[in-house]
């Protein structure tokens, strides 16, 4: 079972906002990281932090954190954006990794 | 362009062995930590292995821990996941994925995978 855990399903009509949430003890200590993935393809890195975007990711994406629960919020959803996302940060250990168990997004 | 590159995944019966290759190119490979990630068939992400830049420090989650083995020869720039006994909910694509850690001023740390292979595609079937 998953250290963190992510709603299954969020759905946003298109242009609107959403924020995909994750929850975990291990938050408190541990920054999260977000992956965008697509059917057939790798994941894409989009948020990593508290609100860091790699280059070439859209200003629409944003992070956010408080308490035990990070954030990921897409300012504008557009079409493109639907997609499963992914939290990923380190147990409580510190030594392994998890991730959350995905959030699939439908812009409708 | 950094450039993550699998190989060696297939179909094999339950309990067989097979080992997965990485081959790593645009970066100094000896520098950075690698990762095992997998993902079975219309499931999730699942973190499988770590090991450092140096390769003394390894990590397994539990699900393979005593039947995989991470390794890397960083004069090849590849990485390797020895697997065996293999069961049938090992079946996944296995991805490889580059880490890199960051700190934050708020006093958070952490790591993220800006890069990963295509995935190769482990079948474990009868």
């Known amino acids: 079972s998953s250290e963190v855990t992510q709603d299954p399903a969020v759905s946003v009509a298109l242009g609107q906002t959403v924020r995909i949430t994750c929850q975990g003890d291990?938050?408190?200590?541990?920054?999260a990281s977000w992956y965008q993935q697509k059917p057939g393809q790798a994941p894409v890195v989009v948020i990593f932090?508290?609100?860091n975007r790699p280059s070439g990711i859209p200003d629409r994406f944003s992070g956010s954190r408080s308490g035990n629960t990070a954030s990921l919020t897409i300012t504008g959803a557009q079409a493109e954006d639907e997609a499963d996302y992914y939290c990923h940060s380190r147990d409580s250990s510190g030594n392994h990794q998890v991730f959350g168990g995905g959030t699939k997004l439908t812009v409708l | 362009e950094v450039q993550l590159v699998e190989s060696g995944g297939g179909l094999l019966q339950p309990g067989g062995s097979l080992r997965l290759s990485c081959v790593a190119s645009?970066?100094?490979?000896?520098?950075?930590?690698m990762h095992w990630v997998r993902q079975a068939p219309g499931k999730g992400l699942e973190w499988v292995s770590y090991i450092s830049s140096s390769g003394r420090t390894i990590y397994y989650a539990d699900s393979v821990k005593g039947r995989f083995t991470i390794s890397r020869d960083n004069a090849k720039n590849s990485l390797y996941l020895q697997m065996n006994s293999l069961r049938v909910e090992d079946m996944a694509v296995y991805y490889c994925?580059?880490?890199?850690?960051?700190?934050?001023?708020?006093?958070?740390?952490?790591?993220?995978?800006?890069?990963w292979g295509q995935g190769t595609l482990v079948t474990v079937s009868s």
């Open positions: 645009g970066f100094t490979f000896s520098s950075y930590e």
């Open positions: 291990s938050l408190r200590s541990y920054s």
């Open positions: 932090g508290e609100n």
């Open positions: 994925a580059r880490a890199t850690y960051y700190y934050e001023s708020s006093g958070y740390d952490g790591e993220y995978f800006h890069h």
